[in-house]
């Protein structure tokens, strides 16, 4: 706990107006390489989250009540001709991003940047017309934005009962969208000032469950568009909105350090360890899903199963924990489930066993893995807290036999995480699988060669293409 001292030394650190002058400066030419390469292929990654949430209900529900808000500010719905206002655009195309859980991760954040970030920022570059590598360089301040925001106040922030997707991710949307209006100092300033007063999110899902979490990325999106545009027409925030007394870090966390958002801005980006994920479900899942589906190689039958233990970080107990989810949202949310789930499902498939949203809803009907995930304990293993880091969290499973034989996985690394990176070819591999049956194979070459060098598009109409296949 921050005693009132060390509060008010932070908020002596002008962290808001350095965040400004770093999203006005920042020039493409000064991004290093591998952040370049990176920057497409978190593109194609969002297209495939969001190609497949796009029908989900939820989607639905939110396009059907925003679909006729028009405004002299239109920008498209992805995968479809519909233009809709700008804000609304980005609220329905963000959650059809996150409403999956199947987006881009920061461990150390803990966040979800790019689905708040990528339907602002492709929306606002829509109205301003702007270049691919505008587009990129915007997202990249978005992203920095909002993990380095992220990293100075977690995990205290978690802790307190708030989702920093959305909390962090409006200060992203708003950077990005701030870049893209070519914003002066002042004014971003103003942008963050403003996003700080509409940052919003609780965590209330992980115990009640709910669709909450799922259109939580869109409206970060739609008030980060919101609160670029108020900078615009004069509008003002507070100019030390994240670091005052009274500010954002102060209101949502029990911590906060003011070095974490502003060291060697620009010359370090924190962006670089972002994670994929092969699975539907958090990112601190990953490993132990990795780790099942390697067991279930080793038996035969899971009926074979006394019990399961799963050696977990200390910060997933209670949130990511729950061995009886009460909802499909809960259950990409439960490692006993998804451990469950890997188990029974990976000896069906070939291949490399990636869980889906459609597992996930069949799976809750099913009583062998409903039993299954009853079997497991969740316990705190010491060798995953030692070497769980600020960029990927590791897991260990061990599954004990009726007849007494003990069988034991350990995963340091799952796929996805920045030391076992899922590449630019796999991403295409990932986007072209689900994207085909929907658009048509033609269509999905073509757009995939667009995104994979977006930095040379004269205009994100290019982006824009997929539409879906006649019935």
């Known amino acids: 706990m921050m ?40 593109l194609i990654d969002i297209f495939r989250a969001a190609a497949v949430g796009f029908k989900r209900p939820w989607t639905e529900s939110i396009k059907h009540l925003y679909a006729n808000h028009q405004s002299s500010m239109n920008s498209h719905l992805w995968f479809s001709k519909e233009m809709v206002n700008i804000n609304q655009a980005t609220f329905i195309n963000g959650v059809a991003s996150g409403g999956l859980d199947w ?9 979800h940047p790019g689905v708040c970030i990528w339907p602002a920022a492709i929306a606002m570059a829509e109205i301003t017309q702007a270049s691919g590598e505008e587009l990129l360089l915007a997202v990249l301040t978005g992203y920095e934005t909002a993990i380095r925001i992220g990293m100075s106040i977690q995990p205290e922030h978690s802790l307190r ?23 002066t100092i002042p004014q971003t300033q103003n942008a963050l000032g403003i996003a700080a007063t509409f940052a919003c999110g609780l965590s209330q899902f992980f115990v009640s469950g709910s669709d909450i979490k799922r259109f939580h990325a869109g409206k970060a999106g739609a008030n980060g568009i919101e609160a670029a545009l108020l900078a615009q ?26 070095k974490q958002v502003i060291d060697r801005l620009g010359t370090y980006f924190p962006t670089a360890w972002i994670s994929l994920k092969p699975h539907a479900s958090s990112v601190r899942m990953q490993a132990a899903i990795e780790a099942a589906a390697f067991l279930s190689t080793k038996i035969s039958n899971t009926e074979q ?16 924990t729950s061995n009886t989810p009460v909802d499909f949202q ?10 469950a789930m890997a188990l029974t499902i990976t000896p069906q498939r070939k291949g490399p066993i990636a869980l889906s949203i459609d597992d996930y809803e069949q799976s809750l009907s099913d009583q062998a893995i409903i039993n299954l995930a009853k079997l497991c304990q969740c316990i705190i293993d010491p060798e995953v807290e030692a070497k769980t880091t600020t960029e990927a969290v590791p897991a260990r499973v061990v599954c004990i036999l009726h007849n007494g034989e003990r069988l034991e996985h350990f995963i340091e690394f799952p796929k996805g995480c920045p030391q076992n990176p899922i590449t ?7 986007f072209t699988s689900v994207a085909q049956p929907l658009f048509g194979s033609a269509v999905c070459d073509d757009w995939l060669n667009h995104a994979m060098h977006a930095k040379d598009l004269k205009s994100v109409q290019a982006l824009l293409t997929l539409q879906p296949l006649a019935q």
Request: aromatic content about 6%.
């Open 330 to 339: 809960q259950a990409q949310l439960s490692t006993p489930f998804a451990v």
């Open 3 to 42: 005693t009132p001292n060390q509060i008010i030394s932070n908020s002596q650190v002008p962290v808001t107006a350095e965040l400004a002058k770093f999203i006005v400066q920042l020039q493409w030419s000064q991004v290093p390489q591998n952040i370049q390469e990176l920057m497409p292929i978190l």
């Open 233 to 258: 027409a004069g509008l003002t925030g507070p100019p030390d909105a994240i670091e005052g007394v009274q500010g954002f870090a102060r209101a949502f966390s029990d911590r906060f350090d003011p």
């Open 305 to 320: 199963i006394k019990s399961i233990e799963i050696g977990v970080h200390g910060a997933m107990l209670g949130k990511l």
């Open 161 to 183: 009962g708030f989702q920093g997707t959305p909390t962090c991710g409006v200060f992203g949307a708003a950077a990005a969208c701030a870049k893209l209006l070519q914003l």
């Open 424 to 430: 630019q070819l796999e991403v295409a591999q990932r």
């Open 103 to 111: 987006d881009d991760s920061h461990v150390a954040a803990i966040i």
